[in-house]
């Protein structure tokens, strides 16, 4: 399995930025998904963002499709989740994973369910204050 770090969270004041990094080791899928989770304490985890690696379709959860991008760099085996107007309630433990993508809307695309992806990070914590 690929193994995933993720970094660049920390402690941001509601309405500011953070970009998050998702660095794997390898890409185990001919056609890889790459995407972005989420849990905050109380709750399940829930799917933000992904992208079909090498593709370039991107999936969104709608609560944050205006204000977080996810982005990609082939050549360095990098997701990265730029997330702009941060709110109280992005407030959570962020992980990467990566999964296999299906085929659906004509294309190859990436879903957003976490029994998609077989290979987690650890998690980078993103705490927005206001």
């Known amino acids: 399995q690929a193994q995933l770090v993720e970094s660049g969270g920390g402690s941001v004041q509601a309405g500011g930025s953070l970009k998050l990094s998702c660095k794997f080791s390898?890409?185990?899928?001919?056609?890889?998904?790459v995407g972005w989770f989420r849990q905050a304490p109380g709750k399940e985890r829930e799917g933000v963002a992904a992208i079909y690696f090498g593709g370039g379709s991107t999936s969104y959860v709608d609560l944050v499709k205006d204000r977080f991008t996810i982005s990609e760099d082939t050549a360095e085996n990098t997701v990265y989740l730029q997330m702009n107007s941060l709110a109280l309630e992005d407030t959570a433990m962020y992980y990467c994973?990566?999964?296999?993508?299906?085929?659906?809307?004509?294309?190859?695309?990436?879903?957003?369910?976490?029994?998609?992806?077989?290979?987690w990070g650890q998690g980078t914590q993103v705490t927005v204050s206001s």
């Open positions: 994973a990566q999964g296999r993508a299906r085929f659906y809307d004509a294309g190859w695309n990436c879903r957003l369910h976490g029994d998609d992806y077989a290979s």
């Open positions: 390898s890409v185990n899928y001919g056609r890889a998904c």
